[in-house]
């Protein structure tokens, strides 16, 4: 990637964390009449399954071991999150109730609450265009956004299963040094990217994407993931930042008509080396002093 073209100014929120979480096995067991009201509910829908493996086979994580999974690892860095979005693609299948008021209850203070459910690949997209104008408005200082997939689903042709159950968190706020586009939610026809953002150093891709921009090197998400996707590839990404750039993260649902994008700017990585005179030794208790390791409180 080459060297961060640093913008005149940063107007508008920033990326300050991206946390994510695969799960195995619910927090809270699983009652077997969960599954029942499950099974009802969705052969309702789509007929009688000859095939319930899914189910049965199923972890069945809810919502709820997600949301309160997540709040209690991110701890004390949720402090001053004044906005929290939950974003899905499914409905909960365990339908204890809906994942908002979980979160809602579980954050300090009086958080606006609000979900994003049911659209797919935009659904990540439309929670950050609601966040960046609240937090670029001034109505919200900080924001939270949990993006949540669950694997126990009926088979359908049509959409992409999940492959795992994961969550996705993403904290905006002004303290973050990563720099957040708006971003946009374009209703297509085509798979098509010639209208997306060409002058950018990397593309984190999601599997829906064709005809990408030519000269720009892609990263792939995983497949499997219907609304996670591109985030999971986006935090693997800044688990080794590269020195600076601007990133496009775009993606496009494979049966809905959206295609989707923002732009992040990732900070130029300048390391901080203790200024000395020169003519000036330290002592050598200050030369191999050793940094403590802040541990968060959990």
Known sequence: ???????????????????????????????????TNLLERMSALYGDFTDVSWLTDGPMVSYHDMVRTVVAELGPELVGVDLAITVDASPDCRHQSFPGPVLSHVLTGDPIMLGVSEQGVAGPFTALR???????????????????????????????????????????????????????VAVTRTGAAAAMETDVDLL????????????????????????AGVWLALAELLDSPPDGGHVLVADRDPVLPYRCAVTVTLPAQRPETPWQPADVVAPPALRHRPQKVRELVR
Do not use: K, N
């Open 1 to 35: 990637m080459s060297a961060l073209r640093q913008p005149a100014g940063r107007a508008g929120p920033a990326l300050e964390r991206i946390v994510t979480r695969t799960f195995t096995r619910p927090q809270i067991p699983c009652d077997p009449d969960d599954r």
């Open 204 to 227: 984190v891709a999601g599997t829906g994407l064709a005809d990408l921009p030519a000269g720009v090197p892609v990263r792939w998400a995983a497949p499997g993931h219907p609304c």
């Open 130 to 184: 609601i966040a960046h104008g609240y937090l670029r408005s001034g109505a919200a200082t900080r924001a939270l956004i949990l993006i949540m997939e669950q694997s126990t689903l009926p088979p359908d042709d049509a959409a992409v299963r999940p492959v795992q159950d994961v969550a996705v968190a993403l904290l905006l706020g002004a303290e973050g040094t990563i720099g957040l586009g708006v971003p946009t």
